[in-house]
């Protein structure tokens, strides 16, 4: 514990943001290692005496879980990180997640009052610092295993079962808070590995597979059952499912691709970012033949997007040994919803960023093969609907950009696996499931959150929609009247919204 006296408000504000240290670029685009190397404690202490421990703090209200972000790096300027680590696991069950993932520069960290006139307290950096050191010094009672929960008093058991569809964020949050109530809780999965996006498409250069491992092992530990290669849909039905549990939480995603729909796209090359990420992160195709499944290792390879999918798919390319990855986007850098961070450590590893360029067609030889990718100059118009200028193509600006892959990363939508085999499920005009204020869908005692629900979102608001679903289920599992009012219709869907349009 520190015995100094508190540092005054003009000290707090002399010191300057601390950087994150990184793996040097060069050396970083040789693997698949981590890019960000985290705070030293030093460099963590002296990042959190910056916080003025705002009485009404902006920070939290920035966050969609709401953290505790002043009470939190209070106590890990004190060095009391296991009083930090209970204040952020309190309100955050993946702190290890979302302090690298998160966006933060649009969330908690866009409200901190010293962004008004300087830096932002590098409050991310921070929460993977405390929920790194939980991972590290924290075994579970429940698991052995680290643990993000181990302060949380467990419920007796209710004899309740719950199933949940799909082990992403959300799932895996519902999953973690409905064992925690004593509930007894099966989550089947249609892959055969745990842990949705965290695993088969964000990276292990952003997020290593081994802390969503972590945290499926402490939920195991906990007693949550893991059913894998099980979709619902095919393998069984949601009826099975409601015939076998006493409440469902649909989490399935939004993971069914978004095509270019341009011709050539069926040409030997062309991938969806979907099959492109999955096949690197989720199949280690980078080791094939060791692996069992392949990718093609484009040496001049164009991704087609701006969002977080795109600059992870051109960040991959690069990794897989392309002399040449691409970014092309139809707006400017400024309109990239690809967080900022991603966006900055792409041009580091030297992504070649072709802004205002629309696709037209892809290009192939005899066998097939791409050659090119046809594209058309942009202008930025009139603000469209998500208030960013909408892109105006700019007459004879066609040009091809050679290459030999082509990756489409303009979104996603709603698979209907599941949804068309359920008639009496409410969907919503893109095929989201329809859920009231609490999260029930139009079936009693099916609940669903995260992307099937909002669209392509976010990881934390996948991970909120799963605390407040799991507790509703806890209200709707112990009382009959469950008075749940029509309240979240879908509105706010909005096809490929959040990363890649
Ligand atoms: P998912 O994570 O999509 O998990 C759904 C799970 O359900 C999957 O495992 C799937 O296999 C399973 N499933 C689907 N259908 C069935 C079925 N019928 N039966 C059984 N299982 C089924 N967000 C951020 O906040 N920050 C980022 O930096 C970021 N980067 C991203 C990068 C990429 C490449 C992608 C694709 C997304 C990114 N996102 C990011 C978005 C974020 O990952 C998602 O918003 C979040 O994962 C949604 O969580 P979820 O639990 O709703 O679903
Ligand atoms: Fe910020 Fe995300 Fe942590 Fe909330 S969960 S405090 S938004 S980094
Ligand atoms: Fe600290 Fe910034 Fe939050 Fe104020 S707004 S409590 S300075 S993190």
Known sequence: MSAAAPLSKRERLAIARHDMPVREALVRIGGFEEVNLGFTEQVALAEAQRCLQCRVAPCVAGCPVGVDIPAFLGRLEDGDLAGAADVLLGGNALPAVTGRVCPQESQCEARCVLARKGQSVAIGHLERYVADWAREHRASPASGSASSESARPQRAPSGRRVAIVGSGPGGLTAAGELAGLGHEVTVFEALHVPGGVLVYGIPEFRLPNEIVAGEVARLEGLGVRFALNAVIGRTYTLDDLRAGFDAVFVAVGAGLPVFLDIPGEGLKGVYSANEYLTRVNLMQ???????????????????????????????????????????????????????????RHAEEEGIRFEMLVAPISVHGDADRWVTGLKCRRMALGEPDDSGRHRPVPVAGSEHIIPCDTVVAAIGTRANPLLTATCPDLELGPWGNVVTDARGMTSLPGVFAGGDIVRGSATVILAMGDGKRAAHAIDDYLGCAGYDGRHGHDGDDWQEGSGHER
């Open 285 to 343: 195709a980078y080791a094939f033949p060791e692996a069992d499944t392949p990718v093609l290792q484009g040496r001049r390879v164009v991704v087609v997007g701006g969002g977080n999918v795109a600059v992870d798919a051109v960040r991959t390319a690069r990794r897989l040994g392309a002399h040449e990855a691409i970014l092309a986007y139809r707006r400017t850098r400024a309109e990239m919803p690809a967080r900022a961070e991603e966006i």
